[in-house]
């Protein structure tokens, strides 16, 4: 019963953040759910990883990252351009000069403070804040000959 109130609350914390995009792939898009692969330790592992190189950025590029923190992606696009292609912001924060080089716009066509609110929601960061603040393993009690006999 406590395997399935974990389950329970687990799956409440993840569906506000849900948000499968197919160009970050399966192992972006299935992190937030580690917590619910215990009986795969080797799965579960990996999506941890993952998780974790999503919190600390590394993973900017992805969808999930600008869903999830959009204050601190936004501004690597006015930095990065790759990150601002990948996440449609090139024409607001690149510019390419007469000799075909790219450059960051002096003014970009929309705030940094403007495109972080557009991309940012209560939901998603109460949402985000209780899965990150969620304990960290859902234990699984394995079922002896005695438990099935009982």
């Known amino acids: 019963m406590q395997e399935l109130q974990g389950l329970r609350d687990?799956?409440?914390r993840v569906v506000?953040?849900?948000k499968p995009m197919l160009d970050d792939g399966?192992?972006?898009n299935f992190?937030?759910?580690?917590r619910l692969v215990p009986q795969n330790r080797s799965l579960q592992r990996e999506?941890?990883?993952?998780?974790?190189?999503?919190?600390?950025?590394?993973?900017?590029?992805s969808h999930l990252a600008m869903h999830f923190w959009p204050e601190r992606v936004v501004p690597k696009c006015a930095a990065d351009r790759s990150?601002?292609?990948?996440?449609?912001?090139?024409?607001i924060f690149w510019l390419k000069d007469g000799e075909?080089?790219?450059t960051a716009h002096d003014k970009p066509t929309k705030s940094i403070a403007k495109l972080v609110v557009d991309r940012s929601s209560a939901g998603v960061k109460a949402a985000l804040k209780s899965l990150i603040e969620a304990p960290d393993i859902i234990t699984v009690t394995k079922r002896t000959r005695k438990s099935k006999a009982a």
Do not use: F, M, N, S
């Open 16 to 18: 506000p953040l849900w």
């Open 83 to 91: 990150l601002a292609i990948a996440h449609g912001l090139e024409d």
């Open 26 to 28: 399966i192992a972006i």
């Open 10 to 12: 687990e799956v409440k």
């Open 31 to 34: 992190a937030p759910l580690w």
């Open 100 to 102: 075909g080089k790219w």
């Open 47 to 61: 999506l941890k990883t993952v998780w974790e190189a999503l919190q600390r950025g590394d993973l900017d590029w």
